[in-house]
């Protein structure tokens, strides 16, 4: 790998400044695989940046080690193609920012077992993953789970569960007031999503703030024994809830994107039934999210409790899209 190159041109860079102090907050580590992902990644981590003085470290693995790019002081891309994993680090601790923490986005399969993520995440402070932009499926989502399992110390955050913001929000709408009894009444729940991770977050979310167990594939089980039907059905963009509904004995409530993708119809029907209600959709952006992820992952409990109850979902059978 090239990174002594590197190291020679920013040394360069230094002394054309006149030696002044370069002031980084953190040092933002970025892995991929996906020339696709690659580019949005270069995008949103720019956006970061600007907004937070970091060093960027790009760790491209669509091209060979002979890849060097370096811009200014703050951003530097190195091929990682076929570069083993104490390569990979040696080049972190030789670029990387003295004592500026170490934010690690790892945007690729093989977070479970890839030797490459084992060594880089060592040095981090916090590592954000996007299950849902890795794999549509829940394999990538699965692969999070068993590895939190084996190191719960990691501080981690998924952009696929930073998305459901305001669908937590809509639901808490949903079932205000007087209405907040249903939630022990349910009988089954409903969602569909354009992915897999978001709807099984969604669905963690519910069951870990309500004390659910799985009881079946398709079956959850509240402290009361009764049973929760749930369904979780592929539909709209990636990425994006598009529907969830929650049925009580005697009251339905659902939340519902728009056809323009803009606003989330809230309606309740039955015993319950309330006017319907509009809200605005507000997508922060993952340059956003990411820096949400940053200042929320290490203490982040709802999180913590939403992977483990979809984990356990995912462990007593695979939810049908």
Request: glycine letters at 8%; a negative charge.
């Amino acid at each position: 790998m090239s990174f002594g190159l590197v190291l020679k041109e920013l040394d360069e860079r230094a002394r054309e400044r006149g030696g002044g102090v370069y002031v980084a907050t953190m040092t933002i580590v970025v892995f991929f695989e996906d020339a696709s992902i690659g580019n949005l990644a270069r995008d949103r981590i720019h956006t970061l940046a600007a907004k937070h003085p970091s060093r960027v470290i790009l760790f491209d693995g669509t091209q060979s080690d002979a890849l060097h790019h370096v811009e200014g002081e703050d951003w530097i891309e190195l091929g990682a193609k076929g570069s083993n994993p104490e390569v990979l680090r040696g080049a972190l601790n030789a670029l990387r920012m003295p004592e500026a923490p170490v934010i690690l986005l790892w945007i690729a399969t093989g977070i479970g077992d890839d030797d490459r993520f084992c060594e880089l995440s060592r040095d981090a402070r916090t590592v954000v993953y996007n299950s849902s932009l890795v794999d549509a499926g829940n394999a990538a989502l699965r692969q999070l789970v068993e590895y939190v399992g084996r190191h719960p110390e990691l501080s981690i955050a998924d952009i696929a569960y930073l998305r459901l913001a305001p669908w937590q929000e809509s639901v808490a709408i949903l079932f205000d007031g007087e209405a907040s009894s249903e939630l022990l009444d349910l009988t089954r729940v409903e969602i569909a999503c354009g992915s897999d991770p978001e709807a099984l977050y969604l669905l963690g979310w519910l069951a870990s703030r309500l004390d659910w167990k799985p009881a079946s594939g398709d079956m959850l089980a509240a402290p009361s024994g009764k049973q929760i039907a749930f369904e979780i059905r592929r539909e709209g963009e990636p990425r994006r809830i598009a529907r969830v509904a929650l049925t009580a004995t005697n009251s339905s409530f659902v939340a519902e994107i728009d056809s323009h993708g803009e606003t989330i119809n809230l309606s309740v029907s039955g015993s319950r039934a309330k006017p319907p209600r509009l809200r605005a959709i507000n997508n922060p952006g993952v340059a956003a999210l990411v820096e949400r992820a940053i200042l929320t992952s290490q203490n982040d409990r709802v999180f913590q409790a939403s992977l483990a109850a979809a984990g356990a979902i995912l462990a007593v059978g695979t939810p049908s899209p």
